[in-house]
């Protein structure tokens, strides 16, 4: 049996304020928001996640 669980996510660095185009991913009843200058291993974390879930 999969237990639900929280995973905390911190930037490994600090991040910049840039203008980049955003995306929102709704999938059941779970929103994902993202932009341009997303880290391809913080996503992949997330969605792995949230795949758990």
Known sequence: MIRPALVELV???PVAARM???YV????GARLE???D???VTLRRVMEAL???
Not at 25 to 28: H, M, N, R
């Open 11 to 13: 930037p490994t660095t």
């Open 38 to 40: 997303v880290s391809v």
């Open 51 to 53: 795949r758990a879930c």
């Open 34 to 36: 993202f932009g341009d």
């Open 25 to 28: 991913l709704e999938i059941a």
């Open 20 to 22: 980049t185009a955003r």
